[in-house]
Antibody, heavy 115, light 113 residues
Framework: EVQLVETGGGLVQPGKSLKLTCATSGFTFSNAWMDWVRQSPEKQLEWVAQIKDKSNNYATYYAESVKGRFTISRDDSKSSVYLQMNSLKEEDTAIYYC??????WGQGVMVTVSS | DIVMTQSPSSLAVSAGETVTINCKSSQSLLSSGNQKNYLAWYQQKPGQSPKLLIYLASTRESGVPDRFIGSGSGTDFTLTISSVQAEDLADYYCQQHYSYPPTFGAGTKLELK
């Protein structure tokens, strides 16, 4: 059974950093392309970032709204994907989901950016 | 970026009714190479992550009841729910994955009349 479990969310002040972790199991992680998607308090879904697998040189892609501030990475030995979020803004407040694509989504983790 | 315009934003229904949710993309989602439309529909209930209902515009995900029907091609797509059940009350989103970045519609809230 595919499982995706996000951790690391919380309340953080604007300008600060936070790192999210998505621990996975139930599939061959090393071959998978992984994404982060977020959902604002207004319920709008927004794709955030993607990281491809080793055969694709771990290529990464970002939404314009987070480019230069967020970094997606992975550790195939731990079957985990990460989202390092720097220079956080109030508009980054959202539930962050880790997803393998299609039907495979984590339960989400809340990130609140507020002073 | 491809803009996904979903309508209506909310819909009040009675159990047993048939409902239609529309999704229009700013560019065609039809691949000329394989004639497939890269459009998906998700259902989201309160406190849950989005659940995939339909992919490639009209293919039902495993386990999804056959009252959920996806149709359309190019830029215009529809999700039809026939004989709505109480368990179908949720938010519905369309998503294109034809080109990067993947983008979502703003959602349709299905409520009880």
């Amino acid at each position: 059974e595919v499982q995706l479990v996000e951790t690391g969310g919380g309340l953080v002040q604007p300008g600060k950093s936070l790192k999210l972790t998505c621990a996975t199991s139930g599939f061959t992680f090393s071959n998978a392309w992984m994404d982060w998607v977020r959902q604002s308090p207004e319920k709008q879904l927004e794709w955030v970032a993607q990281i491809k697998d080793k055969s694709n040189n771990y290529a990464t892609y970002y939404a314009e709204s987070v480019k230069g501030r967020f970094t997606i990475s992975r550790d195939d030995s731990k079957s985990s994907v990460y989202l390092q979020m720097n220079s956080l803004k109030e508009e980054d407040t959202a539930i962050y989901y880790c997803t393998l694509g299609g039907p495979y989504w984590g339960q989400g983790v809340m990130v609140t950016v507020s002073s | 970026d491809i803009v996904m315009t979903q309508s209506p934003s909310s819909l009040a229904v009675s159990a047993g009714e048939t409902v239609t949710i529309n999704c229009k993309s700013s560019q065609s989602l039809l691949s000329s190479g394989n004639q497939k439309n890269y459009l998906a529909w998700y259902q989201q209930k309160p406190g849950q992550s989005p659940k995939l209902l339909i992919y490639l515009a009209s293919t039902r995900e495993s386990g999804v009841p056959d009252r959920f029907i996806g149709s359309g091609s190019g830029t215009d797509f529809t999700l039809t729910i026939s004989s709505v059940q109480a368990e179908d009350l949720a938010d519905y989103y369309c998503q294109q994955h034809y080109s990067y970045p993947p983008t979502f519609g703003a959602g349709t809230k299905l409520e009880l009349k």
